[in-house]
T-cell receptor
Framework: SQQGEEDPQALSIQEGENATMNCSYKTSINNLQWYRQNSGRGLVHLILIRSNEREKHSGRLRVTLDTSKKSSSLLITASRAADTASYFCATALQGGSEKLVFGKGMKLTVNP | DGGITQSPKYLFRKEGQNVTLSCEQNLNHDAMYWYRQDPGQGLRLIYYSQIVNDFQKGDIAEGYSVSREKKESFPLTVTSAQKNPTAFYLC?????????????FGPGTRLTVL
């Protein structure tokens, strides 16, 4: 797998259900970030979790980070049609080559 | 309103022509970035700048050039040397000279080579 790979690649749910997206990565990170992109638009930052944090909440969003498994999950509770978008995880690499590496993204469709 | 603006939203270019994409921010952010996004793909870093009058190559800099003469502006030129320039281009900025910070994105420019 590449650095920052989302799973599943696509998810279709009904309004009101919860949506869970996973991100796996390969190398040590400073932080991990989740972004949303509506079709044809720029990315919007959702949440940042640092490597020494295990869980973070923001509104209907819950992010967890397991550095031992090199994985993160993003949970959107009580989904709405407006949550339909592509979601990207971005990993902030440690060490000499500091940069933010984006995954390929996953497409969430919330049906009304 | 504070934010990042990119212009134009759509751009068409003939093969062999250079074209410049505009990116302006009024957030007083130190760092600015250019990414390329192809259909179904993630973002790939073209160039970034952490401070005025300085910039660094990203992962796919070949065929592109940038300048950072002012803090608020980071234009990207797509040269004729770029073999496959048709893509969606995104500009971003972050508050500090720290490339692992939260990034704030513009609305993007869709470039099509005819």
């Amino acid at each position: 797998s590449q650095q920052g790979e989302e799973d599943p690649q696509a998810l279709s749910i009904q309004e009101g259900e919860n949506a869970t997206m996973n991100c796996s990565y390969k190398t040590s990170i400073n932080n991990l970030q989740w972004y949303r992109q509506n079709s044809g638009r720029g990315l919007v930052h959702l949440i940042l979790i640092r490597s020494n944090e295990r869980e973070k909440h923001s509104g209907r969003l819950r992010v967890t980070l397991d550095t031992s498994k090199k994985s993160s999950s993003l949970l959107i509770t009580a989904s709405r049609a407006a949550d339909t978008a592509s979601y990207f995880c971005a990993t902030a690499l440690q060490g000499g080559s500091e940069k933010l590496v984006f995954g390929k993204g996953m497409k969430l469709t919330v049906n009304p | 309103d504070g934010g990042i603006t990119q212009s134009p939203k759509y751009l068409f270019r003939k093969e062999g022509q250079n074209v410049t994409l505009s990116c302006e921010q009024n957030l007083n952010h130190d760092a600015m970035y250019w990414y390329r996004q192809d259909p179904g793909q993630g973002l790939r870093l073209i160039y970034y700048s952490q401070i005025v009058n300085d910039f660094q190559k990203g992962d796919i800099a070949e065929g592109y050039s940038v300048s950072r003469e002012k803090k608020e502006s980071f234009p990207l030129t797509v040269t004729s040397a770029q073999k496959n320039p048709t893509a969606f281009y995104l500009c971003a900025s972050s508050p500090r000279q720290l490339v692992t910070d939260t990034q704030y994105f513009g609305p993007g420019t869709r470039l099509t080579v005819l």
